[in-house]
């Protein structure tokens, strides 16, 4: 069912990790000389001076089946003001799909689309990041200064755009709802901590949310479907990377991201079930139209 399609994430760090854990749930975590990398072909190659690329692109040539993703925190375009200086503050377009989707959207045939945890004061002064609508800059007194009203817009604005785009196309798109977050006794630069070591049960969860409401409102009226993993996620406080992050040397640790193998291999089954969920509704519709048969390949997450 992976054969000759192009798989596309597109979102932030998380989003990246989903990639990930596709790339280790499909290779095994082994080398494997049939994957190539392509992706110089999507124009995700190193820029000088940078830490690394803005995504990475495999291809599996006994199926043709390319596995990419695309870093965009903000799920949004953005333009620096100065190409010249990497100190430069940058135009946030919140309105606008990144540059990389539009360009490519007409090859993918599955999008997976994520973005929450850049949207925060933090992130948004560290980055130069200023907020426009429209090609103009939002003034301080505007409503959508309120960075989780400026994030439900974004994710409003973008679905909007791709519903749009999948007129008459077979490209199937699904938006990950949030992933949660699981620091105690502070924040990520307060010495919170995830370092608990038992699974929770039902009605010992965490404060936080455990729905995404703008991706759920978003997503009715829109053929995007949603990818939503926020709730059971919530149930996974002591997955996070915790302590064992390399950054935990100064006593932080990291519960936003996660240990792979993990909780980022169960997002991909959902969504491998939803698409065997879409392939056998088209084909009863199909068989139903034409009263004849369809052959169809083997289930599984090997390709």
């Known amino acids: 069912r992976m054969e000759n399609r192009i798989f596309a994430f597109v979102g932030d760090s998380l989003g990246r990790q989903q990639f990930q854990s596709l790339m280790c749930l499909i290779t095994g975590g082994k080398n494997d000389t049939d994957v190539e990398d392509a992706s110089a072909e999507f124009g995700l190659t190193q820029a000088p001076g940078t830490l690394r690329p803005d995504g ?25 003001f100065n190409q010249s200086d990497p100190r430069t503050k940058k135009a946030v377009h919140m309105d606008r799909p990144p540059l990389f989707l539009k360009k490519y959207f007409p090859r993918f045939d599955v999008l997976i ?11 948004f002064k560290k980055n130069h990041w200023k ?19 400026a994030r439900n817009f974004t994710v409003h604005s973008i679905l909007r755009w791709v519903d749009e785009q999948l007129e008459n196309t077979s490209i199937q798109a699904f938006f990950r709802t949030m992933s949660p977050r699981h620091f105690t006794y502070g924040d990520w630069n307060t010495g919170g901590r995830c370092d608990n070591t038992h699974l929770r049960r039902e009605g010992q969860l965490m404060k936080g949310p455990v729905i995404d409401k703008a991706a759920e409102r978003a997503a009715r009226n829109n053929r995007v479907k949603l990818l939503n993993v926020t709730l059971m996620s919530h149930f996974r406080d002591e997955a996070h990377i915790s302590k064992f992050s390399w950054k935990s040397r100064n006593g932080s640790q990291d519960c936003v991201h996660w240990c792979l193998p993990g909780v980022p291999d169960t997002w991909n089954q959902i969504l491998y079930a939803q698409l065997l969920q ?6 009863t519709t199909t068989v139903g139209i034409q009263a004849a048969p369809t052959t169809m390949a083997a289930s599984t997450l090997a390709i």
């Not at 495999?58 to 089946?65: G, K, L, Q």
């Not at 689309?113 to 992130?123: I, V």
């Not at 907020?131 to 309120?146: C, E, I, N």
């Open 131 to 149: 907020m426009y609508v429209a090609g103009k800059r939002l003034s301080s007194t505007h409503a959508l200064r309120d960075l989780k009203k």
């Open 113 to 123: 689309l994520n973005t929450g945890s850049h949207w925060n004061a933090g992130k």
């Open 278 to 283: 879409a392939e056998a509704s088209l084909h």
């Open 56 to 80: 990475w692109a495999y291809r599996f040539n006994r199926t043709n089946t390319t596995i990419l993703f695309y870093w965009s925190a903000t799920l949004c375009d953005i333009q620096p």
